[in-house]
Nanobody, 122 residues
Framework: QVQLVESGGGLVQPGGSLRLSCAAS????????MSWDRQAPGRAREWVAS????????DYASSVKGRLTISRDDAKNTVYLQMKRLKPEETGVYYC???????????????WGQGTQVTGSS
């Protein structure tokens, strides 16, 4: 059974840091590009970052470049999103995605987790 489980969300002060994890099962992460998307309250889901299957290339939304870093440990079938200098408007649910539409092409395989909540506090 294909499954993606995100964790690591929580309450964070503006300018703070958080590390999200996405544990995959039922498939091998190493053969797919992996991505993170997020959805803020009342807004459409937006793409945040992607890491190609080999891990060599990464791509980021312009709004997060330099502050968020995607990485992967295929031996653990896990993908991470390190977030630094978080902004209040980055509150939302963060989703992990395997395959699907990526900067390097579109996979037939497209799996999503249920998301983890990140809330910026003031």
């Amino acid at each position: 059974q294909v499954q993606l489980v995100e964790s690591g969300g929580g309450l964070v002060q503006p300018g703070g840091s958080l590390r999200l994890s996405c544990a995959a099962s039922g498939f091998t992460t190493g053969i797919y590009a992996m991505s993170w998307d997020r959805q803020a309250p009342g807004r459409a889901r937006e793409w945040v970052a992607s890491n190609c299957a080999s891990g060599a290339s990464k791509d980021y939304a312009s709004s997060v470049k330099g502050r968020l870093t995607i990485s992967r440990d295929d031996a653990k079938n896990t993908v991470y999103l390190q977030m630094k200098r978080l902004k209040p408007e980055e509150t939302g649910v963060y989703y992990c995605n395997a395959g699907g539409r990526t900067p390097w092409g579109t996979y037939d395989f497209d799996a999503w987790g249920q998301g983890t909540q990140v809330t910026g506090s003031s």
